[in-house]
């Protein structure tokens, strides 16, 4: 009976995804996103980097970025996720993505908080965003893009949480080459003109 139960709340779940991922349902995505909150929450509380990152942002923060990440991820198409095991696995991704972000900027001396508001700076970072990838002309480099210059992660750090996508640190550091020349080249149109990256 329990085995029932459980059944039915995964199919609830995964149908409730595949709503909001391929038709950008709005409800479906409110009560997908409700029902795994806690589930969210607690993968939080375990992770090993929770402590210090609830000294600098609420643990409801890194709920909703989780949320985020994996909303934009669906929507844009970058998973593909077919099975509510998928959709666990790239969730829980987005919420470690989230921790160390926020860990890695936390640690660094110039880091200041953002200029516009929480909102008018998502609207704007997601428009850079945007922008970013019509620049960059196959998913790969979306991807790769993605994982270095939104979720702060290093070339080994990609190595070993992305080993079937990237396998070779030396293949990143080339890609991350290309990717910035096309970038530089495209900065006014970005509007990163003003920005310098690493």
């Known amino acids: 009976m329990r085995q029932n139960i459980d059944e039915a709340h995964e199919n609830s779940r995964l149908e ?11 409800e479906a995505w409110a009560a997908f996103q409700q029902s795994l909150e806690e589930t969210v929450l607690t993968w939080f509380h375990a992770h ?9 942002q609420s643990d409801s ?12 991820l ?7 996720c077919e099975t509510l095991s998928e959709v666990l696995v790239c969730l829980r991704a987005s919420l470690n993505g989230a ?45 790769l893009a993605y994982l270095l210059f939104h979720c702060g992660l290093s070339p080994r750090e990609i190595v070993r949480g992305s080993p079937q996508e990237f396998d070779d640190v030396r293949e990143i550091y ?11 080249y495209h900065a006014g149109q970005i509007g990163l003109a003003t920005h310098t990256y690493e």
């Open 74 to 80: 669906g929507v844009q198409g970058q998973v593909a």
């Open 48 to 56: 090993p980097g929770s402590k210090a990152a609830s000294r600098v």
């Open 16 to 26: 409730l995804w595949h709503r909001a991922s391929r038709q950008g349902d709005l």
């Open 174 to 184: 080339g890609l991350r080459h290309t990717i910035m020349e096309r970038l530089l």
């Open 99 to 143: 921790i160390l972000e926020t860990l890695r900027v936390s640690r660094r001396p110039e880091a200041v908080s953002s200029p516009w508001p929480d909102e008018e700076g998502r609207l704007e970072r997601s428009e850079i965003w945007g922008k970013l990838q019509a620049n960059l002309p196959n998913l790969r480099e979306q991807r």
């Open 61 to 72: 923060h890194f709920v909703a970025r989780a949320f985020e990440q994996l909303w934009h």
